[in-house]
């Protein structure tokens, strides 16, 4: 990825949940300008239909421009929570493929970075929301520390996480809330698990549901392929008593592979979280709780 310069244009897009209002990302607009980017807004940023920004070829009209737009350096998503499959089908994939850029975004948005990664093979970079991750004054110092490497070009490594199986092993990171994932199962739009390090995430939801979905992840074309998987942050689950526990729920997903794994990595709905290259070329070893980024 090409240094992000000061003075360089970087566009603000909502593709998936709307904002209404511009005031919503005061704060990260003001950021973005601190660093020296000159933020553009999208065409269809502040439209609303229902809980999404316009429609869904409105949203993905504004993904198309931002990548078609050779003076826009870098794409950053406003907000998450819903509505990223829907735009999946309008997105112009060769267009993407010819004008590789970084695409920001968080939770729902992974949707359209892993549809990005399978159709056009870019990397993108999840972990970092406007709206998200400015709810209180100050961006988390861990955040702001990894998106200025970022746009440096810095390759970066981060220790984090437990071991639950032992393992080293190098691939591509794919990493994604786990609910936003299986939304895409049986898609044309989900990803080839061959030789892949896979993290998930999730948050608010019910122990069996997670079960389920993590099932449901096992039941996948070449899983049996997975290079390794890593957990990360399952926050705020909700169980009954015959539920089980989290734990549980990865203990079942894991019978009959081998593949080393971590838990409790620092990613998901947390205040602070590391960002990641989804896409990248990394290295895994599960024994020192090691994800050393090689190349994006």
């Known amino acids: 990825m090409q240094k992000i310069k000061t003075g360089d244009k970087v566009a603000i897009i909502a593709p998936c949940a709307q904002i209404g209002e511009i005031s919503k990302i005061e704060k990260a607009v003001t950021y973005l300008k601190s660093l020296g980017l000159v933020p553009v807004f999208g065409e269809n940023l502040l439209k609303i239909k229902r809980y999404m920004a316009g429609s869904d070829r ?14 826009i350096k870098a ?28 695409l920001f975004g968080f939770c729902d948005n992974a949707a359209i970075q892993l549809a990005l990664y399978q159709k056009s093979g870019l990397t993108s970079f999840n972990g970092f929301g406007l709206t998200y991750d400015f709810r209180s004054d100050k961006l988390d110092s861990q955040i702001a520390a990894d998106l200025k490497a970022i746009l440096n070009g810095k390759i970066y490594q981060i220790n984090s996480g437990t071991t639950l199986r032992s393992g080293s092993v190098e691939g591509t990171l794919l990493c994604a809330n786990l609910s936003v994932l299986m ?7 989900f990803p080839d698990l061959s030789n892949k390090i896979l993290l998930v995430e999730d948050v608010h939801e019910k122990v069996y549901r997670i079960d389920l979905m993590l099932q449901q992840l096992k039941q996948q074309p070449n899983i049996n392929k997975l290079a390794g998987v890593i957990f990360g942050q399952f926050t705020d689950a909700e169980s009954d008593a015959e539920d089980g526990s989290v734990d549980d729920c990865f203990a079942d997903f894991l019978a009959g592979t081998s593949f080393p794994v971590l838990k409790a990595f620092n990613f998901g709905h947390t205040p602070s979280r590391r960002i990641l290259p989804l896409g990248a070329k990394v290295a895994f070893n599960a024994d020192a709780c090691l994800l050393q980024i090689l190349d994006y």
């Open 58 to 71: 409105e949203r993905a009209q504004d993904i198309n421009t931002a990548f078609a737009e050779p003076d």
């Open 75 to 102: 794409i950053f998503c406003a907000r998450a929570a819903a509505g990223g499959t829907r735009v999946l089908p309008h997105i112009d994939y060769e267009l993407v493929q010819r004008n590789k850029k970084p």
């Open 183 to 189: 939304r895409m199962a049986g898609t044309p739009y």
